[in-house]
């Protein structure tokens, strides 16, 4: 595979009363695919995020925004563009970040989390810098961070109940 420059094709999830932000590196290609975000199937981010909120498992773009905007979470990625092979981020590079620091003063937003390492690393280097907020990084809902049950993740990601 080679690489490809890769612009972020869909745009944050947020309202006003939007109070944890939730973010993830760059969309992956199922995900540009399905034209939304954690759109691979074995990814666990629906799961963990539905079952941490106690509500039923959504099965469509629709159910999936409407869930995260009554829960007062925020979801979006650190990268507008980048060059990549396929949905590896350990192969990002070019990286042109997000305005997160705009979305952040639209918002009533306590705490950032951040999905995985690559977005955690991304968030430190470009964005810690302009919204002084740090995040929190919780453990990748990938497919390919097998190593974590979701039992396991579950109990990492339960931090953000506490600011809903």
């Known amino acids: 595979m080679e690489y490809q420059h890769i612009r972020h094709c869909f745009e944050p999830v947020y309202?006003?009363?939007?109070?944890?932000?939730i973010l993830g590196s760059l969309p992956s290609?199922?995900?540009r695919e399905e034209g939304f975000y954690y759109g691979h199937r074995q990814n666990r981010f629906w799961k963990v995020i539905s079952l941490l909120c106690?509500?039923?498992?959504p099965v469509d773009v629709e159910h999936k925004?409407?869930?995260?905007?009554?829960?007062?979470?925020?979801?979006?990625?650190?990268?507008?563009?980048?060059?990549?092979?396929?949905?590896d981020?350990?192969?990002?590079?070019?990286?042109?970040p997000a305005d997160i620091a705009s979305l952040l003063s639209k918002t009533d937003i306590k705490a950032v989390f951040v999905n995985g390492g690559k977005a955690s690393?991304?968030?430190?280097k470009y964005q810690f810098p302009l919204t002084g907020l740090k995040a929190v990084k919780l453990p990748s809902t990938s497919p390919a961070n097998a190593a974590w049950s979701l039992d396991r993740l579950l109990g990492s990601w339960s931090i953000i109940k506490k600011y809903l």
């Open 54 to 57: 106690e509500c039923p498992f």
């Open 29 to 31: 290609a199922k995900s």
């Open 89 to 96: 981020d350990s192969s990002i590079r070019n990286v042109i």
């Open 15 to 21: 309202d006003s009363k939007s109070r944890v932000l």
């Open 121 to 124: 690393a991304i968030y430190d």
């Open 65 to 87: 925004r409407s869930m995260l905007l009554e829960q007062g979470i925020a979801l979006w990625d650190v990268i507008s563009e980048c060059d990549i092979i396929g949905s």
